[in-house]
């Protein structure tokens, strides 16, 4: 199962604990995958609600602004190993960009996380 969870702010940052790190502009995602033994897909759905629910948070900030952690989508998906291992495909999805994407730009959009320096492609 993904989700994907939204941090969500509320209240004023506190003026005496804003630093350079401090902004305001973007929104906070985090996407996890969680493996889930169900017999049926209705089964691994109900699962699935549970833990993303179990998973949601709220906690205060270094700038004292109110987080909550809630989740935003819930996409399960079947395996198709008999066997859980070393190895075991837990997650494929496919991404479709115009061909004049170069693949350097996929990355970046996908991993904006990751610095420019740190993948060295291919061709």
């Keep these: 199962m993904k989700v994907l969870f939204k941090s969500v702010y509320s209240g004023e940052p506190n003026p005496e604990k804003i630093d350079s790190h401090y902004q305001n502009k973007s929104c906070?995602?985090?996407?996890?995958?969680?493996?889930?033994?169900?017999?049926?897909?209705?089964?691994?759905?109900?699962?699935?609600?549970?833990?993303?629910?179990?998973?949601?948070?709220?906690?205060?900030?270094?700038?004292?602004?109110?987080?909550?952690?809630v989740d935003q989508v819930d996409y399960c998906f079947q395996l198709l190993d008999d066997q859980i291992g070393h190895g075991t495909e837990v997650f494929t999805r496919f991404l479709e960009f115009p061909k004049d994407v170069s693949d350097q730009e996929v990355i970046e959009r996908l991993y904006p996380e990751i610095p420019d320096d740190a993948v060295e492609l291919d061709g």
């Design 28 to 69: 906070m995602y985090e996407e996890v995958t969680y493996l889930i033994q169900a017999v049926s897909d209705e089964d691994a759905s109900k699962q699935a609600l549970i833990i993303a629910r179990e998973a949601e948070t709220e906690y205060f900030n270094r700038y004292d602004e109110k987080v909550r952690v």
